[in-house]
């Protein structure tokens, strides 16, 4: 009997006290890529962000977009953030996932990502936007988030984009190479690959993306089975996302409070076979901007789908509304 009136006594204290016995982390698989703008998620990971509301991450890492997508279409991971694509969108509107919250964003005034041409396509009169008509531009697929800012950047000029001739190389490897051989006469990349390029002699600056064609170029998303199922995890999650968000945007966007340390927690995912010193202005260069609390402009993302439909590669089916959920996160209001 001595070891129920025991038992009795330290359950009685709980219930006064207020102490509840721990519980086990939620165990969390985050799909993403190695890229700076994840940033925001090695941040918080590192910094212990998910751990104090109670979430034991594993990040799964992959090569583009789209197998991000379908990770967590299929239920191999629950979270994921990544550029949007056609491929994304279809998947989108397919009931697979939903869209909680942003990732980066091409905006004006911040050097995000760059239109280029090879030297020997500006000395032969590629200058500016306008004259991307009758040449040819590189890009990784047909539907990418490149494809995609080519088509508005020729907009704003008012180049007929079937008049550009697109190259779809499979990797941004290729299309340096490509670039840089004078196979190809334009591309559009990341800053902290344009930009040694350029100082090189191997390219010529056009015109930074932000500048001419500001949009909503990747976002932060989870299942719907997730989101009812879970949903004080996701609520969890996003608490966590939104500090690492700050620190990020300190350290790398608005540089309020540059921070070594930020920088080297993103190092340990990109560039980590470089020592610190040398990846780490790279890191710096290779920052895209990331809206205040992870806000998404969801009128942005409906205007992509449709963007894509006119091209032929979302299904005509599909509807942003149907894929946006605003309760975790509030919109960004242009």
Known sequence: MRWISTGLLVAATVVVS?????????????????????????????????????????????????????????????????????????????????????????????????LIASRKAFEA????????????????????????????LAASAGVDLAGVSLKPLQSVGNVLGALK???????ILPAFIARPLIAGGDA????????????????????????????PVVEAFVRAYQKGIADYRAALVTKSAPDAEAVSMVHKYVYADEELAKAGPKIRDGALFVAADGKLDGQDVAAQVEWYKTQGLVDKSVEAAAFLDFSFIPPLVP
């Open 18 to 114: 207020g102490v509840l016995p721990v519980q086990a982390a939620e165990a969390i698989a985050v799909a993403a890529l190695r890229f700076v703008s994840s940033g925001p998620i090695f941040i918080a990971k590192e910094k212990g962000y998910f751990a104090a509301e109670g979430l034991d991450v594993t990040l799964k890492f992959f090569d583009a977009a789209q197998p991000v997508a379908v990770a967590i279409a299929s239920g191999d991971a629950d979270f994921g953030a990544t550029g949007f694509t056609a491929g994304l969108f279809n998947i989108a509107g397919k009931g697979a996932l939903k869209v909680i919250g942003a990732q980066f964003s091409e905006v004006k005034g911040f050097e995000g990502s760059a």
């Open 125 to 152: 009169g590629l200058t500016d936007v306008g004259k991307l008509k009758d040449r040819s531009f590189g890009l990784t697929q047909t539907g990418s988030s490149f494809h995609y800012m080519l088509g508005r």
């Open 181 to 187: 051989s004078g196979q190809i006469d334009s591309a």
């Open 204 to 231: 010529k600056l056009i015109a930074w993306v932000g500048d001419l064609a500001p949009y909503q170029g990747g976002g932060l998303f989870t299942s719907p089975k997730v989101i009812s199922a879970r949903r």
